[in-house]
C-alpha cells in the first residue's frame, strides 16, 4: 500500500506562483509513474503532468511551459511548480502513483487563483 498526502495549494492571484508537493509513503517498491490531476468544480479529472521512473516528463498542453513536474526520490517526494497560474487553473490538484498491478490517489489540495 502506498499512502499520498498532497500540500501547497492556496489561494492566490493571476500571474502568481504556487508548488505543490506530494510526499508518498508505505511501499513504494514498484511504482513507476508518478503524476499530477486536476479536477474543476463541475468538470471532468483531467491529467497535468506525469514523470516517470527515468525522470521522462510529459505536460498537457495547458501546462506547457507554465509548470514544472520534479521529484526527489530521497523524500519519495514529487513536486508541481506552477507559474503564470490564472482563474483557469482553480482545481483540485491531486497526485497519482502508478506500479504495474495498482493506482493510487492523494486526497487533493485545492488552488484557487482570483482574477
Known amino acids: 500500500q502506498v499512502q499520498l498526502v498532497e500540500s501547497g495549494g492556496g489561494l492566490v492571484q493571476a500571474g502568481g506562483s504556487l508548488r505543490l508537493s506530494c510526499v508518498a509513503s508505505g511501499s513504494t517498491f514498484g511504482i513507476n509513474g508518478m503524476g499530477w490531476h486536476r479536477q474543476a468544480p463541475g468538470k471532468q479529472r483531467e491529467w497535468v503532468a506525469s514523470?516517470?521512473?527515468?525522470?521522462?516528463?510529459n505536460y498537457a498542453d495547458f501546462a506547457k511551459g507554465r509548470f514544472t513536474i520534479s521529484r526527489d526520490n530521497a523524500k519519495n517526494t514529487i513536486y508541481l511548480q506552477m507559474n503564470s497560474l490564472g482563474p483557469e487553473d482553480t482545481a483540485v490538484y491531486y497526485c497519482r502513483f502508478i506500479s504495474s498491478s495498482r493506482v493510487y490517489w492523494g486526497q487533493g489540495t485545492q488552488v484557487t487563483v482570483s482574477s
Open positions: 514523470i516517470s521512473s527515468s525522470d521522462s516528463t
